[in-house]
C-alpha cells in the first residue's frame, strides 16, 4: 500500500510540471504575441499586470529563449514519470525524428515576431504549439523505451556483464594477457594478470577454441622471457617445441646461466636427445623403482587406474618395480634403464624369479609370485607375468631403445647451474606406445624439480589427458613453495575424469587456483559457472491490454556467467579467475573477455622461426647415413647385454653354497 501511495503521489508531482510547462508556454504566447490577442480583444487586464510584476522580479520575458528553456526542463521532468505508449512500434529512428522538428518548430521559429502582425503571429503560434507537442510525445516515448531498455537485451548480456580489471599487474614471475570486454553497452581495454602462476593453472576449451594459440603459447614465452627453466610436454609435435626454441634464442640473455635446449623425440632420433629416466643416480630407494613401475603400466593399461589396488593390476607393477631395483643394484647401475627393464622381463620367469629373489631386498618384495611358484599356482603366476609382459612388449623398438639408453643430459631441469629448456614430443598416432615413456620423464621430472634451492621452473603440459602424469595432484599441492609453475590444457573436466579416474580428477579440478575456459559444454560448463558465482540481476516484465501499458522490474540472484554462455563461446573468448598474492591484490579475479592476440605479430614471427637443427649426425666422412645400422646395432647390443646378465647371475647362483635352494 506505502508503495501505491508513493506512485500516485509521485505521477501528481509529474502531472503538475507538465501543467506549469504548458502554463509557461500560453504565458509566452500571451505576452510577446499581446499585439495579436489584443486586436481580438482576448486581453484581460489583470493577467497583463501578473505577467509585468513576474518580470520585473524574474525577468523572464526579457528573452524569447527564457521561458521556451524553463518550459523544456519542466515538460523533460514530467516525462520522467509517464506511463508511456501502447505502441510496441516505436523506434529510436521515429524519436529522433520528432526530436528535430520539436526543435526545430519550437526554438528557431523566433524570426516570425519580427514580421508584420497578422498571420505571422498566427504561424509563430502554431509552429511553437506543433513544437512543443513534438517534443511532449518524443519525450513520452523516450521515457518508456528508456524504461523499457531491458526488453532490448534478449540475450541478458547487459545483465551478465561486469567491470574487469585493467591495470597489468606484473612481477617478476607474472603472466599478463592484454584483453576485451563488453561493459554498459561497449568494449573496455582490459588485462588478466596472473600474479601467482605457482598457484597453478588450468586451460580448458573444445578443440579450436583457441586455448593453445591465445593462452599456451602465451605462457611459454613469457616465462622463457622472465628465465624460467621449462619442461613442455607436446603432444603434436613440434608446434610447442618450435615456439619455445625460437623465442629462447631471443631471450638467452634473460638467464643468469645459459640454459641448454633439449628434445625428446622418438619419431627422428636425428632430431633427438637421449636420456635415461631411469638414471641410477636418481634412484635413492626402491620406491623409486615402484613410482616408475607405476607411472609405465598405468599409461600402458588406461583402465587400471580406477583399479589401484586390485592384485592383478599390483603384481605386474610389482613385478616391474623389482626388475628396476635389480637393475639399478647390479653393477653400480650400469645396465638400469627402461629397454633393458623390458628385455629382463620377457627372459624365462625361472631364471628371473631365480635373479631377482637372490637379493635379499627384493626378496620379501617378490613374496606374492614366489608363493605362488612355490604353491603351484603355475596358472596364477603366468598370469600375473603375462600382465605385465603383453603391454611392455608394444613398446619394444629400436628407435624408443636409442632415445632411453643415451644420457645426453639430466631431468633435474631446474638445477641452478644447468638450467634446461626440455620439450617432449608425442605422436597421436603412436600415443598408446610413446604415452608409457614419455610418463616415465614426467614422473622422474616431478621427483626432481620439487626441491627446494632451485630455479623458478615451469611444467606445461598439453592435452593432459593423453598421458597419465603420476604425482600431479601432489605436485600441484606442494610444489608453489618450490616456484613450480604447472600449466596444464585440457578439453573439458569429464575427459580428464576418464583418463585419470574420478577422484583424482577431483582433486585436480579443485586446487587449480587460475583457470582459463573457452568453449566448453555440459557439466564442465555447469561446473564453471558455478565456481564464477552469482550476481544480483534486474528482471522485468512488461503487461499490455487495450487501456494500458504496465512495467514491473525485480531483482534477484543469478549467475555471473551462465552455463549457456560458456559453452557458446566464440574463438578466443574465454572465462575464467585468477588468484592474487597478499602484496597483490586483485579484486576483480573473474573475467569474461576475450584474449587479444596480435595476428599480424605472430604470423610474422612465425614466418621467421629458424628450424630445430639437427641434434646427431649419423652420416660418416664419405656421406653415408648409418643411422639405421647404428640404431640396430644399440638394440642388438642390450638385448646381448640381458642375455649375459642372465647367464652371469645364474652362474654366481649355481656356485654360491647358499644359494642353492633357489635353483629349480
Not at 231 to 249: G, M
Not at 375 to 383: E, I, M, N, S, T
Request: glycine share 6%.
Amino acid at each position: 500500500m506505502q508503495g501505491e501511495d508513493d506512485l500516485r503521489g509521485l505521477a501528481k508531482i509529474m502531472a503538475f510540471m507538465l501543467a506549469v510547462s504548458i502554463l509557461l508556454v500560453l504565458m509566452h504566447f500571451y505576452w510577446f504575441c499581446y499585439g495579436f490577442f489584443a486586436e481580438r480583444k482576448w486581453t484581460l487586464d489583470v493577467i497583463g499586470k501578473i505577467l509585468i510584476n513576474f518580470n520585473r522580479t524574474a525577468g523572464l520575458f526579457s528573452n524569447t529563449l527564457y521561458t521556451k528553456i524553463f518550459s523544456l526542463i519542466l515538460l523533460a521532468l514530467s516525462c520522467l514519470g509517464t506511463k508511456g505508449v501502447k505502441n510496441e512500434k516505436i523506434t529510436w529512428l521515429k524519436i529522433y525524428a520528432f526530436l528535430t522538428i520539436g526543435f526545430t518548430l519550437f526554438f528557431l521559429n523566433a524570426p516570425l515576431l519580427k514580421l508584420p502582425a497578422g498571420a505571422a503571429t498566427s504561424l509563430y503560434i502554431l509552429t511553437t504549439g506543433i513544437g512543443y507537442v513534438s517534443l511532449l510525445m518524443a519525450g513520452v516515448w523516450m521515457s518508456r523505451l528508456l524504461r523499457n531498455n531491458l526488453m532490448d537485451d534478449v540475450f541478458n548480456n547487459e545483465n551478465e556483464s561486469f567491470w574487469q580489471e585493467t591495470r597489468r599487474i606484473e612481477n617478476e614471475y607474472s603472466v599478463n594477457l592484454p584483453t576485451r570486454f563488453y561493459y554498459k553497452g561497449k568494449w573496455n581495454k582490459g588485462c588478466i594478470s596472473v600474479v601467482n602462476v605457482f598457484r597453478s593453472t588450468a586451460v580448458l576449451g573444445l578443440p579450436g577454441s583457441g586455448k593453445s594459440y591465445a593462452v599456451i603459447n602465451n605462457y611459454i614465452k613469457q616465462h622463457i622471457e622472465k628465465g624460467f627453466s621449462m619442461y613442455i610436454y607436446d603432444f603434436k609435435f613440434d608446434d610447442l617445441s618450435i615456439i619455445a626454441y625460437n623465442h629462447l634464442l631471443k631471450h638467452t640473455g634473460k638467464y643468469k646461466v645459459k640454459p641448454k635446449f633439449y628434445v625428446i623425440n622418438f619419431d627422428d632420433p636425428r632430431r633427438s636427445h637421449r636420456c635415461n629416466p631411469l638414471n641410477p643416480d636418481f634412484m635413492t630407494d626402491i620406491s623409486d623403482a615402484y613410482e616408475a613401475a607405476y607411472t609405465i603400466m598405468l599409461n600402458l593399461n588406461r583402465s587400471w587406474i580406477t583399479k589401484q589396488g586390485d592384485f592383478f593390476v599390483e603384481s605386474p607393477i610389482i613385478l616391474l618395480a623389482a626388475i628396476i631395483w635389480f637393475l639399478k643394484i647390479y653393477d653400480n647401475g650400469k645396465y638400469c634403464t627402461f629397454p633393458h627393464a623390458i628385455e629382463l622381463l620377457n627372459k624365462k620367469y625361472v631364471d628371473v624369479f631365480t635373479i631377482l629373489t637372490s637379493y635379499p631386498e627384493l626378496e620379501n618384495y617378490l613374496s606374492p609370485f614366489m608363493d605362488a611358484w612355490q604353491g603351484g599356482a603355475q596358472d596364477q603366476l603366468q598370469g600375473q607375468i603375462a600382465s605385465a609382459k603383453i603391454p611392455l612388449s608394444r613398446m619394444i623398438s629400436p628407435q624408443l631403445y636409442w632415445v632411453m639408453t643415451g644420457d645426453d643430459f639430466s631431468l633435474d631441469i631446474n638445477n641452478p647451474e644447468h638450467p634446461k629448456i626440455l620439450c617432449v614430443g608425442n605422436n597421436p598416432d603412436r600415443q598408446n606406445i610413446y604415452s608409457a615413456a614419455l610418463g616415465l620423464y614426467n614422473s622422474r621430472i616431478v621427483k626432481l624439480v620439487n626441491k627446494k634451492g632451485q630455479l623458478k621452473s615451469s611444467i606445461i603440459i598439453d592435452e593432459l589427458p593423453t598421458i597419465y602424469f603420476r604425482g600431479l595432484d601432489t605436485l600441484i599441492a606442494t610444489a608453489r613453495s618450490n616456484k613450480v609453475a604447472v600449466t596444464l590444457g585440457f578439453q573439458d573436466f569429464s575427459q580428464l575424469a576418464r583418463d585419470y579416474g574420478d577422484k583424482e580428477a577431483k582433486v585436480i579440478q579443485n586446487i587449480m587456483g587460475n583457470i582459463f575456459s573457452g568453449q566448453v559444454i555440459g557439466d564442465t560448463a555447469k561446473a564453471l559457472s558455478e565456481r564464477f558465482g552469482k550476481v544480483l540481476q534486474k528482471r522485468q516484465s512488461i503487461t499490455v491490454n487495450r487501456n494500458d501499458k504496465s512495467t514491473s522490474i525485480s531483482t534477484q540472484m543469478d549467475s555471473l556467467i551462465p552455463a549457456s554462455k560458456i559453452s557458446t563461446l566464440t574463438q578466443g573468448m574465454f572465462v575464467g579467475a585468477v588468484a592474487d598474492n597478499f602484496e597483490e591484490r586483485i579484486e576483480q579475479k573473474i573475467f569474461h573477455a576475450e584474449i587479444v592476440v596480435d595476428n599480424d605479430k605472430v604470423a610474422a614471427e612465425s614466418k621467421a622461426y629458424k628450424k630445430m637443427p639437427p641434434i646427431l649426425s649419423f652420416t660418416d666422412k664419405n656421406g653415408e647415413d648409418h643411422m639405421k645400422e647404428e640404431i640396430e646395432a644399440n638394440y642388438r647390443q642390450v638385448k646381448t647385454q640381458i642375455i649375459n646378465i642372465v647367464e652371469d647371475e645364474m652362474k654366481r647362483i649355481k656356485n654360491d653354497p647358499d644359494l642353492q635352494h633357489l635353483v629349480h
